[in-house]
Nanobody, 122 residues
């Protein structure tokens, strides 16, 4: 499966962006999906995840209430709606496919997209 993340860009603090992760080569409907991010000098960190249809969502405390993960299995796409963005949200955002029960742990993911840059100016 190939994952293509898009939708990143430059936005002012308080603004919004919507990231998309389009999958090709195989359906993602049977899998949980997640978003991670990595800022320069930092380790990759969990942002949000969604289990297969109806299974629930998970968020890092730092984004809870501001970000929303969703999926459209008919389009084989996962989304991350990011509102009330802060400068500390600046990072490269990656989408990935979950294969193990560790849905908030990068080790639980097997396929990764190439990342999309999100920059939030103060």
């Amino acid at each position: 499966v190939q994952l293509q993340a898009s939708g990143g860009g430059l936005v002012q603090a308080g603004g919004s962006l919507r990231l998309s992760c389009a999958a090709s080569g195989r359906s993602i409907s049977s899998y949980g999906m997640g978003w991670f991010r990595q800022a320069p000098g930092n380790e990759r960190e969990f942002v949000a995840a969604i289990k297969r249809s109806g299974g629930g969502t998970y968020y890092a405390d730092s984004v809870k209430g501001r970000f929303t993960i969703s999926r459209d299995d008919a389009k084989n796409t996962v989304y991350l709606q990011m509102n009330r963005l802060k400068p500390e949200d600046t990072a490269v955002y990656y989408c990935a496919r979950n294969w193990a029960s560790r849905i908030t742990d990068a080790g639980g993911y097997d396929y990764w997209g190439q990342g999309t840059q999100v920059t939030v100016s103060s």
